[in-house]
Nanobody, 122 residues
Framework: QVQLVESGGGLVQPGGSLRLSCAAS????????MGWYRQAPGKERELVAV???????NYADSVKGRFTISRDNGKNTVYLQMNSLKSEDTAVYYC????????????????WGKGTLVTVSS
């Protein structure tokens, strides 16, 4: 079984910072792309940032210049450093990892964490 466990969410004032972490564990051959999505109340889940295992990154326009995604391949962990937070960043943040568990095509799958709540409010 593969598990993704997020941590680091919480309540922060506008302009503040938070750092999210997501660790993948279990039976894995490799961890490919990792990323963060978020879902605000009443809205659809949206991409925040993604990072390949070669460290190429891509960000949503709404977070460029404020958020930084990084990873530690030795720990199978992805991070999201969030600075200059705004009220509109309030959402449940989900970690996603594309993980290979075997050598057949169906052994490459996307796994989701359960989410961590980030609330930006004064």
């Amino acid at each position: 079984q593969v598990q993704l466990v997020e941590s680091g969410g919480g309540l922060v004032q506008p302009g503040g910072s938070l750092r999210l972490s997501c660790a993948a564990s279990g039976s894995m051959l490799s961890v490919n792309d990792m990323g963060w999505y978020r879902q605000a109340p009443g809205k659809e889940r949206e991409l925040v940032a993604v990072i390949t295992n070669g460290a190429a990154t891509n960000y949503a326009d709404s977070v460029k210049g404020r958020f930084t995604i990084s990873r530690d391949n030795g720990k199978n962990t992805v991070y999201l450093q969030m600075n200059s937070l705004k009220s509109e960043d309030t959402a449940v943040y989900y970690c996603l990892a594309r993980i290979r568990r075997g050598w057949s095509p169906r052994d490459l799958m996307d796994y989701w964490g359960k989410g961590t709540l980030v609330t930006v409010s004064s």
